[in-house]
């Protein structure tokens, strides 16, 4: 008989020690990854720079050419920027619906959150109304973000009736995304072609749209949530056991669940709103991260957190090699890059992933 | 050392009663209780009424407690999961609850001695999605003793264990109750083990407390006749212990138990 289990009989906390540590190495891993990412993305585009110009602009702005320096501030860094807030806000979203939720499909998209948003921007582009009279200017995202928030409320004040489970906050959110998408296409059947085509445009996303103002918006908004997030880390971990465990484990569950829905609603409203319908991240970002670090909330909030940055800065980069010059819908790259190395995860991964 | 009574308490899902007027002076703390009865009795319900899990009529008395909301720890029935943790993760989760980020090595030291002391040290780091239905029945003791609760209520601890890990847990938690001083409430279905382990027993039987006593008394003919429905003797094996022997299903008893006492209250308390 070959000796098949005979492991060491290390201690667990040494093991434990070592699997915290191989953690917090991926997850400085990935940091690297991003930050690496975003050099290559300012240093992408109609004109190319070096990584040794980028980092000059960086970090000594006085130094370079004007011509550089415009470009890279002014242009590419708030690009580049919200690619990193928008997909860490999404990310972020995704795997905290997953997590309260108990399901594994849970997305700001399959929520009807994204679907509400993208109502909201055609009823602008398309018939003109602004839902919030105040600001006619940017009627487009001031729509896109108020549709988003009355979808989320409407799942958070469905969650809070007695004898609704997560089952049905999933049914209630796939409701919502086909009457919001069924609401769309009649919108669309009546634009003019000139509107139908922004239509189009908006919802397949685009992170051209950017300003740093919206970088600092979306931003702020990570540095409110995530801080929550993390404060609840161990109750949320516990969340995964079942809700009848991590009772017992004195976790107020309902008051942990809409604390959080509520909290994820704004983390996924105001991107949604100003860079369009990018579903994709929201979905994968937090599998990926689940894949690499587990279910640990003190891993897995910060691995999602950079994993969804890190998927829509890697697409914003090759969205600009694959055809040079076109500026391509990020919602759609993201999908496209993103499936085949989500396929390639699952596949080669022989661990559960959900 | 910390005591605890219950006082006429009850549960309610939406209209239907479950549980009853359920009350006991004093539960004796360093031995072990089984709460014994029949399927949809009312156990798993008082366990969860005892915790606070659910809310109802009555007041559960608990006193001298160093600890405070932790004092009491249910561990369910249902142990399945499908997060991607590891074991020992799980049981880190259940220790930290309600605590900072920071792991300190005093309490790793103690999820070691905790995995140990159920011998599943082997287990620690796999996948919970990876595991047998009583390893998972194992690893939820575990996340229940780490919480080193002062009350502890186990919802059929041992219903997918093996016969060596059946007697052996008990045992354990027989002997940890005395060691600490811990009130320990267990719900099982094998009444030999009761009779073995359970200084006493409480029977549960259509969300009411039948009797209550030394389960030596408790466990007799007549109540595995008028609760069970089953003809069973009693009898002393050659070591000694009694032993409960079924015979044949009692015919005169109705064929099934209604599922729900389905009392109907006027309005939920
Ligand atoms: N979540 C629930 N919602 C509605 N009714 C419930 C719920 N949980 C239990 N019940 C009902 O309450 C009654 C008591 O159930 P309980 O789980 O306490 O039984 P039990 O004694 O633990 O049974 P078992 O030996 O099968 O575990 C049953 O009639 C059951 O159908
Ligand atoms: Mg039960």
């Known amino acids: 008989m070959a000796s098949v289990v005979l492991e060491p009989a290390l201690a667990g906390r040494i093991r434990y020690r070592a699997l915290a540590l191989r953690r917090i190495l991926v997850l400085a891993g990935l940091t690297v990854a991003l930050v690496l990412s975003v050099c290559v993305d300012l240093a992408l585009g109609p004109a190319r720079y070096t990584l040794a110009q980028v980092i000059s602009a960086l970090t000594d702005p006085a130094a370079v050419s004007d011509q550089l320096r415009v470009v890279i501030w002014d242009i590419r860094l708030p690009i580049a920027l919200i690619a990193v807030t928008v997909g860490a806000s999404l990310s972020t979203a995704g795997a905290q619906m997953q997590t309260i939720l108990a399901n594994p499909l849970a997305s700001p998209f399959t929520l009807g959150i994204s679907a509400a948003a993208s109502f909201g921007a055609a009823l602008a582009l398309v018939?003109?109304?602004?839902?919030?009279?105040?600001?006619?200017?940017?009627?487009?995202?001031?729509?896109?973000?108020?549709?988003?928030?009355?979808?989320?409320?409407?799942?958070?004040?469905?969650?809070?009736?007695?004898?609704?489970?997560?089952?049905?906050?999933?049914?209630?959110?796939?409701?919502?995304?086909?009457?919001?998408n069924a609401a769309l296409s009649l919108l669309e059947y009546l634009a003019s072609e000139q509107a139908l085509a922004a239509v189009v445009f908006w919802t397949m996303g685009s992170l051209t749209k950017a300003t740093w103002d919206k970088v600092a918006i979306t931003a702020l908004i990570l540095v409110l949530t995530l801080p929550l997030f993390m404060k609840d880390a161990w109750a949320l971990t516990a969340l995964r056991l079942g809700d009848e465990k991590a009772e017992s484990m004195g976790v107020n569950v309902r008051a942990l669940r809409l604390k959080t829905l509520l909290l994820i609603s704004l983390l996924a409203a105001i991107p949604v709103s100003f860079v369009g319908t990018i579903g994709f991240v929201g979905l994968v970002g937090p599998h990926i991260a689940r894949m690499c670090v587990g279910e640990d909330q003190r891993f897995f909030l910060p691995c999602s957190v950079i994993c969804g940055a890190l998927l829509l800065s890697v697409t914003s980069v090759v969205s600009k090699v694959l055809i040079p010059g076109a500026i391509l819908p990020i919602g759609v790259i993201t999908a496209l890059v993103g499936v085949p190395f989500f396929f390639a995860l699952i596949f080669s991964n022989r661990r559960r992933a959900w | 050392?910390?005591?605890?009574?219950?006082?006429?308490?009850?549960?309610?899902?939406?209209?239907?009663?479950?549980?009853?007027?359920?009350?006991?002076?004093?539960?004796?703390?360093?031995?072990?209780?089984?709460?014994?009865?029949?399927?949809?009795?009312?156990?798993?319900?008082?366990?969860?009424?005892?915790?606070?899990?659910?809310?109802?009529?009555?007041?559960?008395?608990?006193?001298?407690?160093?600890?405070g909301e932790r004092a009491i720890c249910y561990m369910p029935q249902d142990t399945g999961a499908n997060a991607v943790l590891t074991v020992y993760e799980s049981v880190l989760l259940a220790a930290k609850q309600g605590s900072s980020w920071k792991v300190h090595d005093?309490?790793?030291?103690?999820?070691?001695?905790?995995?140990?002391?159920?011998?599943?040290?082997?287990?620690?780091?796999?996948?919970?999605?990876?595991?047998?239905?009583?390893?998972?029945?194992?690893?939820?003791?575990?996340?229940?003793?780490?919480?080193?609760?002062?009350?502890?209520?186990?919802?059929?601890?041992?219903?997918?264990?093996?016969?060596?890990?059946?007697?052996?847990?008990?045992?354990?938690?027989?002997?940890?109750?005395?060691?600490t001083g811990m009130i320990v409430l267990i719900a099982l279905h094998d009444l030999n083990h009761a009779l073995r382990y359970c200084a006493n027993a409480i029977v549960i039987a259509n969300g009411q407390m039948a009797v209550s006593g030394a389960s030596a008394e408790v466990i007799n003919e007549a109540m595995l006749r008028d609760i069970y429905k089953v003809n069973a003797r009693i009898e002393r094996c050659s070591k000694g212990r009694p032993l409960v022997i079924v015979d044949s299903p009692c015919l005169e008893a109705p064929a099934a138990q209604p599922a729900q006492p389905a009392q109907k209250v006027p309005a939920p308390v």
Do not use: C
Not at chain 2, 27 to 52: C, D, E, Y
């Open chain 1, 127 to 180: 018939a003109g109304v602004a839902l919030f009279p105040g600001a006619v200017q940017y009627a487009v995202p001031v729509n896109a973000f108020l549709m988003a928030v009355a979808a989320s409320l409407f799942i958070y004040f469905a969650s809070t009736l007695r004898g609704v489970s997560v089952q049905t906050i999933v049914l209630l959110g796939i409701a919502l995304v086909f009457t919001f």
């Open chain 2, 1 to 67: 050392m910390v005591a605890l009574a219950l006082d006429g308490i009850g549960a309610a899902y939406g209209r239907h009663i479950v549980l009853a007027d359920v009350g006991i002076d004093v539960l004796k703390a360093g031995s072990l209780t089984a709460v014994i009865g029949p399927n949809a009795a009312g156990k798993s319900t008082l366990f969860k009424r005892i915790a606070g899990l659910i809310k109802g009529p009555g007041l559960v008395e608990l006193s001298d407690s160093a600890r």
């Open chain 2, 106 to 179: 005093g309490e790793l030291v103690e999820i070691d001695e905790t995995l140990k002391a159920l011998r599943i040290e082997d287990l620690a780091f796999r996948g919970l999605g990876e595991l047998s239905g009583g390893q998972r029945q194992l690893v939820s003791l575990a996340q229940a003793l780490v919480r080193r609760p002062e009350v502890l209520l186990m919802d059929e601890p041992t219903s997918a264990l093996d016969l060596h890990r059946q007697i052996e847990v008990l045992g354990f938690v027989a002997s940890l109750a005395e060691r």
